[in-house]
């Protein structure tokens, strides 16, 4: 059983290496809705609530938030709220694009240090690769800082919990 669960996971990351999803391949009302969500001139809202907001609009947001938070033909505060969301969807594909994002020198230094911020809340990656990733931008003048500010957040994790009703409030508006 354990084979073949390993064998669909290696499928599965060739596939979407190969053939990596593209905003082609994304319905583009869909990315529309969700970067308009995203866009939402409110004050910073909770994760939780932009996450139900873009449940209404799919089931399967990480393909459009990766690809929002990659596209630089948005503006830097959408990019950002994609990358912070990325956090609630853990798994390969969002590791790998926020590891992109990080890595990619000619990005916007706000977005690197916030992708740095967001993978190291990564509880469900291992953490010798990441710490050993996240150490490898200790010498880096601009992520040099948060690098150091990201172990402790590591060692430290208060999750983000938010009251249910105040949940329902803020998305009657």
Not at 96 to 122: C, G, M, P, V, W
Not at 128 to 146: A, H, R, W, Y
Request: aromatic share 8%.
């Amino acid at each position: 059983m354990k084979q073949y669960l390993l064998q669909f996971i290696i499928a599965t990351l060739c596939v979407f290496s190969i053939n990596p999803i593209e905003a082609n391949d994304l319905d583009i009302q869909k990315y529309q809705r969700i970067k308009e969500i995203l866009s939402n001139s409110h004050h910073q809202e909770e994760s939780e609530v932009y996450q139900e907001r873009i449940s209404k609009v799919t089931d399967v947001p990480l393909p459009y938030l990766i690809q929002i938070a990659q596209s630089k033909d948005n503006y830097v505060f959408i990019r950002a709220r994609a990358i912070r969301l990325l956090e609630l969807y853990q798994n390969q594909t969002s590791q790998s694009a926020l590891e992109t994002t990080i890595e990619d020198t000619n990005e916007n230094t706000h977005l690197r240090k916030l992708a740095i911020q967001t993978y190291s809340k990564f509880s469900k990656i291992d953490t010798n690769k990441q710490t050993q990733f996240i150490k490898k931008f200790e010498s880096d003048k601009e992520l040099g800082p948060v690098t150091k500010f990201s172990k402790k957040i590591k060692q430290n994790p208060k999750h983000n919990q938010i009251d249910q009703k105040k949940l329902k409030q803020m998305n009657r508006k």
